[in-house]
């Protein structure tokens, strides 16, 4: 069983950058769509990015134009760049697969942007 580990998350200024990592214990060749999903306080866990395995990507409104999502199938990693952060992009952020399955969740990596 494919196990998904996020990392890369942390404090940062609005308009900063940062490159969230979901690594998978095994591979995720087979896995057609991957995404990144957040989950801020008090709020439900929402979509953010996909990208299928021919690369087609995908991302919520709110998110366009900032962020890019990418994956490395030999790797078995799926990546996500956030450029110009802004305080409502503060959550933690999860890596699964679309739909979603409750086996892949992880502990997720948590995002802070600071106004």
């Known amino acids: 069983q494919v196990q998904l580990v996020e990392s890369g998350g942390g404090l940062v200024q609005a308009g900063g950058s940062l490159r969230l990592s979901c690594a998978a214990s095994?591979?995720?060749?087979?896995?057609?769509?991957m995404a990144w999903y957040r989950q801020a306080p008090g709020k439900q866990r929402d979509w953010v990015a996909l990208v299928t395995s021919d690369g087609i990507t995908n991302y919520a409104d709110s998110v366009k134009g900032r962020f890019t999502i990418s994956r490395d199938n030999a790797k078995n990693t799926v990546y996500l760049q956030m450029n110009s952060l802004k305080p409502e992009d503060t959550a933690v952020y999860y890596c699964n697969r679309v739909p979603q399955t409750s086996k892949y969740w992880g502990q997720g990596t948590q995002v802070t942007v600071s106004s």
């Open positions: 095994g591979s995720i060749s087979s896995i057609n769509v």
